[in-house]
Nanobody
Framework: VQLVESAGGSVQAGDSLRLSCVASGHVFMINAMGWYRQGPGKQRELVAT????????NYADSVKGRFTISRDSAKNTIFLRMNNLKPEDTAAYYC?????????????WGQGAQVTVSS
């Protein structure tokens, strides 16, 4: 499975941004997809996930109510809509796919997208 992310961007606090991630290859292996992020001097954080079968979503507490993950199953694409962005959202965002049960290690990654939020 290969993942290609859209570019990030530089925005002002309060602005919105949407990331996308397209999967290709043996997409039947994908159990779930989502994004991690890592800000400067911070640990990697799981931001949002969406499962393949049920479309169940999960969010980090830090983004609940502001970020929305969605999918276009026909296009093997997921989206992360980020509203009301804050400077603390500044990070490199990495799309991932969970291939647990098919591959070891189970996670495969996109190339990353830098999101910078200025106050």
């Amino acid at each position: 499975v290969q993942l290609v992310e859209s570019a990030g961007g530089s925005v002002q606090a309060g602005d919105s941004l949407r990331l996308s991630c397209v999967a290709s290859g043996h997409v039947f292996m994908i159990n779930a997809m989502g994004w991690y992020r890592q800000g400067p001097g911070k640990q990697r954080e799981l931001v949002a996930t969406i499962t393949t079968n049920s479309g169940r979503t999960n969010y980090a507490d830090s983004v609940k109510g502001r970020f929305t993950i969605s999918r276009d199953s026909a296009k093997n694409t997921i989206f992360l809509r980020m509203n009301n962005l804050k400077p603390e959202d500044t990070a490199a965002y990495y799309c991932y796919a969970d291939l647990g049960g098919w591959e070891t290690p189970p996670l495969t990654w996109g190339q990353g997208a830098q999101v910078t939020v200025s106050s």
